[in-house]
């Protein structure tokens, strides 16, 4: 899977040419009144006013209560962008209903100052553009959006406008093929038959050891490597991966040139075993999250190990993503020929993504769904297994045909 360059999403969906639906307003709901105020004006009689007042000396001075601090997926600076961001997009989004078009394009232009290359605030300037008939800028803004767009259901609402663009530019050819990407979406987005599929939001445990420098992060990493090979740390090294090139060596260049800028990076080494390693740099400390998957390089691809994506920063949650995807080596032989081929079959996909508090840099929650053939082993892999729209507060998670909204935090 390749890494995650997801921005800030919103709730909401772009606004269709069909039209968009108002949402209602939640219903007050008043309170009841519990049955002790319900009688609060009834005589005290002289028993319950004696218990009353054992009750009362007896009763310890209640010990005032200590800070708690929840955990933090935005920084101060993440969340002043996030605002600034969700303000312009939501008055671009009133303007595009009261047929403003002017208005809402400008607000959707200062959405993407607060925000550069945002899909969201893209397409939406984009399909303003396009009630205002301003048809090239329109298909600048949409083109734009497709490349970044952050999940498949995005992608859908992209094309669709799209092919309006191309329709109402008299290019025919053009919204045909819109529409074609539209159906063959549509389809990869449909969980195939014959595929078991499980998804799951759970707490997160996950601690970061910290450094303040990328000698000691480094050793920290290969010592902790070395624990869970049960070998000497002099036995292990950072090495080339089965899929990435060495990025420690990488690091050590920047680390020379002054400190490193906030960023992810996944390390491979080799000891006993071949293990990958997660290291975040940020606000001049370092994060390390040592053996996250062990496995190699197979005729198949990985075997065992999983590719770790990191992303995150600013206005927008930090996160760890690994991806498991094992596949089977089979053989068949040509009865004609009588020649062996081998080939390689889906056996599993289990992705998990955890969330990070944005002070502590530990765990808030991980995200996970797993996918695998039924007993026939015929189905095919899903195409969208785990998409996710990174929010202020929530995640939009679709997993296994499911679409939910996941706060960061237990409420």
Not at 99 to 125: I, M, N, T, V
Not at 294 to 322: K, N
Not at 363 to 382: F, N, V, Y
Request: net charge neutral.
């Amino acid at each position: 899977m390749p890494p995650l360059s997801r921005v800030l999403s919103l709730v909401g969906l772009l606004v269709f040419a069909s039209g968009c639906r108002k949402e209602r307003p939640a219903p007050q709901v008043t309170p009841a009144v519990p049955s002790s105020r319900a009688s609060a004006n009834a005589p005290v009689t002289a028993s319950a006013a004696v218990a009353n007042e054992s009750a009362t000396v007896a009763a310890k001075p209640a010990e005032p209560a200590r800070p708690v601090r929840k955990p933090t997926p935005l920084d101060a600076a993440g969340l002043r962008v996030a605002k600034a961001y969700l303000l312009e997009l939501s008055q671009g989004r009133k303007a595009t209903l009261a047929k403003d078009y002017a208005q809402a394009e400008a607000h959707f232009s200062k959405s993407l100052e607060a925000l550069p290359g945002d899909p969201r605030a893209l397409a939406e300037r984009g399909y303003a553009r396009l009630l205002a008939s301003k048809l090239p800028e329109a298909e600048a803004d949409l083109a734009a959006a497709t490349r970044g767009a952050p999940s498949s259901a995005v992608l859908l609402q992209i094309l669709h406008n799209r092919m309006l663009v191309a329709r109402q530019r008299g290019d025919e050819a053009a919204a045909l093929g819109f529409e074609a990407q539209k159906k063959a979406l549509k389809a990869s987005r449909r969980l195939p038959s014959g595929v078991t599929c499980n998804n799951d939001v759970t707490a997160s445990d996950l601690a970061p050891q910290v450094s303040d420098s990328l000698d000691d992060a480094l050793k920290q990493l290969l010592a902790a490597h070395a624990g869970e090979d049960a070998t000497d740390v002099s036995a292990v090294k950072f090495d080339e991966g089965p899929l990435s090139e060495n990025q420690a060596d990488k690091l050590r260049l920047l680390a020379a040139k002054g400190p490193l800028p906030d960023g992810g990076w996944q390390l491979w080494a080799s000891g006993n075993a071949h293990r990958n390693h997660a290291l975040i740099a940020h606000a001049g400390k370092l994060y390390g999250f040592p053996n996250q998957s062990s496995g190699g390089l197979s005729l198949c691809g990985l075997d065992q190990a999983a590719d770790v994506t990191i992303g995150g920063g600013g206005p927008h949650p930090w996160y760890i993503q690994r991806a498991f995807r094992q596949l089977e080596r089979g053989y068949i032989t040509d009865e004609g020929s009588g020649q062996t081929m081998g080939f390689c079959g889906w056996a599993s996909t289990t992705i998990d993504v955890t969330i990070l508090d944005s002070h502590t840099f530990r765990g808030i929650r991980t995200l996970s769904a797993s996918a695998q053939p039924t007993d026939d082993g015929s189905a095919q892999e899903p195409e969208h297994l785990l998409e996710l729209e990174w929010q202020a507060d929530n995640v939009v998670v679709e997993a296994c045909g499911q679409r939910t909204v996941v706060p960061y935090t237990p409420e």
